[in-house]
């Protein structure tokens, strides 16, 4: 069965630095999300991509992070200056359109 | 805005018994999906069911069944036979359907472990 997979499964990184989450959405959905889940809390929404634009992001999605589709496959969502509060489990997530969203498994993203 | 709402933070349940946690949610929307989704230790986020609003049936996934009161926005989810690998953080969560896009949102969880 087809499967949502993220790259890295863990990242620790240094306060300020920059990181990339990759996610390779199942092939025929059309529909990409990110959302993070910081330790202990709800699932929260970020952003959402269709046809090579954000469709809708939160309060959250700032100047901060951005999103990109480099290829037919890949979904990468940027962090550019990381901050201690951005340690987070983030999930990519995928949808055929008008069905449920299927998640990958999550990066572990650790800010020290 | 759509909310979600689990009123049981944690529960428990003995092996090969019966549970029902506890979902709901306020919408304006008439037509839309929602979702209870397993978080076990992993941290992985596994779709368990799904049930659309439109669908008077409640849905069923083997030893997962849920019971969906639309008017009250009561969306609860009966785990039969409780195994062990049940063990797991419980998400509820809504989805538009008339958006392609839609973003769905969650509520806080409720963890449920399975004693043997």
């Known amino acids: 069965e087809p499967e949502v997979t993220q790259t890295p499964s863990h990242q620790v990184t240094q306060m300020g630095q920059e990181v990339i989450l990759r996610c390779v959405p199942i092939?025929?959905?059309?529909?990409f999300y990110w959302y993070r889940q910081i330790l202990g809390q709800k699932v929260e929404f970020l952003v959402s991509?269709?046809?090579?634009?954000?469709?809708?992001k939160s309060e959250i999605f700032d100047d901060q992070f951005s999103v990109e589709r480099p290829d037919g496959s890949n979904f990468t969502l940027k962090i550019r200056s990381t901050k201690l509060e951005d340690s987070a489990m983030y999930f990519c997530?995928?949808?055929?359109?008008?069905?449920?969203?299927?998640f990958g498994p999550g990066t572990r993203l650790l800010v020290l | 805005a759509q909310t979600v709402t689990q009123s049981q933070p944690e529960m428990s349940v003995q092996e090969a018994e019966t549970v029902t946690l506890s979902c709901t949610y306020d919408?304006?929307?008439?037509?839309?999906?929602l979702f209870w989704y397993k978080q076990p230790p992993s941290r992985q986020m596994i779709l368990v069911i799904r049930?659309?609003?439109?669908?008077?049936q409640n849905a069923t996934e083997n030893r997962f069944s849920v019971n969906f009161q639309k008017a009250a926005k009561s969306f609860s989810l009966k785990i039969s036979d409780s195994q062990l690998g049940d063990t797991a953080m419980y998400f509820c969560?809504?989805?538009?359907?008339?958006?392609?896009?839609?973003?769905?949102?969650f509520g806080d969880g409720t963890t449920l472990t399975v004693k043997p």
């Open positions: 049930q659309e609003a439109y669908k008077q």
């Open positions: 919408t304006s929307e008439s037509n839309y999906y």
């Open positions: 997530a995928s949808t055929p359109g008008r069905s449920a969203q299927y």
């Open positions: 092939s025929n959905h059309l529909y």
């Open positions: 991509f269709y046809n090579n634009e954000i469709s809708e």
């Open positions: 969560a809504f989805g538009k359907r008339n958006t392609n896009a839609g973003k769905s949102t």
